[in-house]
């Protein structure tokens, strides 16, 4: 597509249901990443792939978080049985790989409110 | 650590210039990034810098100096469309593909 797509916009969740985010790349575009961005801070690192191999997972808060990239383009951020502290807007990333700068082209995010 | 350091806030006038800083540990350096976000929306790319010197274009210019661990984003003849947050994000070597953020300096551009 023409930018990074993510879906939904808006999730609203009961604690303790599990939600899937998902994320549309960039066609092409090698690395995706996933990120957690709470209002008035950057950016705070979870995890991200090239092509459908998860090379870093470090920033994973938890084991309810998990993320996968099956055919190397779109992927999907699950978290399991949520509770209100994961309330925060969830951005994702990519980068095509062969670019020399390595710019980081963001989706709109989806927020995920937790009640 | 791998702290990124820059203002919290920052407030100017219409037509002025102004400077954000940025400061974060030298070690394993590669690559230093602004990026751009209004309120709500997503962080868009403003320039990169991996060696020594200032890369200037349009309004905006980066500096960076790798010994002194230190970058600034430079804005000039401001515009109320620059107000934002100003992201200033670090890639270290090893882990290239991983950046590390600061917390973004938020400037309002007043009349």
């Known amino acids: 597509g023409a930018g990074v797509s993510q879906s939904p916009r808006y999730k609203v969740t009961k604690r303790g249901q599990d939600v899937a985010l998902r994320c549309d790349p960039i066609s092409g575009h090698v690395s995706l990443y996933w990120y957690r961005q709470a209002l008035g801070q950057g950016p705070e690192f979870l995890t991200y792939?090239?092509?459908?191999?998860?090379?870093?997972k470090s920033g994973l808060p938890n084991d309810r978080f998990s993320a996968e990239r099956p055919e190397g383009s779109i992927s999907t951020l699950t978290i399991q049985r949520t509770e209100q502290r994961d309330s925060a807007m969830y951005r994702c990333?990519?980068?095509?790989?062969?670019?020399?700068?390595?710019?980081?082209?963001f989706g709109e995010g989806s927020r995920l409110t937790v009640l | 650590g791998q702290n990124i350091d820059q203002p919290t806030e920052m407030t100017a006038t219409e037509g002025a210039i102004v400077q954000i800083n940025c400061t974060y540990q030298?070690?394993?350096?590669?690559?230093l990034f602004w990026y751009q976000q209004h309120a709500g929306e997503a962080p868009t790319f403003l320039s990169y810098?991996?060696l020594d010197g200032l890369e200037e274009k349009g309004r905006f210019s980066s500096f960076l100096s790798r010994s002194k661990g230190y970058s600034y984003l430079l804005l000039k003849e401001l515009q109320m469309k620059d107000s934002a947050s100003y992201l200033c994000?670090?890639?270290?070597?090893?882990?290239?593909?991983?950046?590390?953020w600061g917390l973004g300096t938020s400037l309002a551009v007043n009349p």
């Open positions: 994000a670090v890639r270290y070597a090893g882990n290239n593909r991983k950046l590390i």
């Open positions: 810098n991996v």
């Open positions: 792939f090239n092509y459908e191999a998860q090379q870093d």
């Open positions: 030298t070690s394993g350096f590669n690559g």
């Open positions: 990333a990519s980068i095509d790989g062969r670019g020399a700068a390595g710019e980081l082209f």
